[in-house]
Nanobody, 121 residues
């Protein structure tokens, strides 16, 4: 019923930039937090950046000052602008959103299928 679809991954050189986008669709009543996570090969999935409904932002220490998360509540989208990319940013990036689909129900966390980012020269 709810889909999160990421786009924008690919190959970038160290020091370069990429922009990831995620669009939510389906039977959505309300979207709370929207976030980006990443999972590098052999490592656990980790939070990269989070945006609450009302604009509070949180970033992992490893990306502070380089990545910017932004969202458009009307369009149900969240983006991640990634600048000054480093080889250690190489990972699969996943969109996550806490969504309510029923006026009687609570919020559920949904995940996109991920988009791969590779940073290499």
């Amino acid at each position: 019923q709810v889909q999160l679809v990421e786009s924008g991954g690919g190959l970038a050189q160290p020091g370069g930039s990429l922009r990831l986008s995620c669009a939510a669709s389906g039977n959505i009543i309300y979207i709370y937090d929207m976030a980006w996570y990443r999972q590098a090969p052999g490592k656990q999935r980790e939070l990269v950046a989070r945006s609450t409904r009302y604009g509070s932002l949180h970033y992992a220490d490893s990306v502070k000052g380089r990545f910017i998360i932004s969202r458009d509540n009307a369009k149900k989208t969240v983006a991640l602008q990634m600048n000054s990319l480093k080889p250690e940013d190489t990972a699969d990036y996943y969109c996550n959103a806490d969504i309510t689909t029923s006026y009687a129900g609570g919020q559920i966390g949904y995940w996109g299928k991920g988009t791969r980012v590779t940073v290499s020269s």
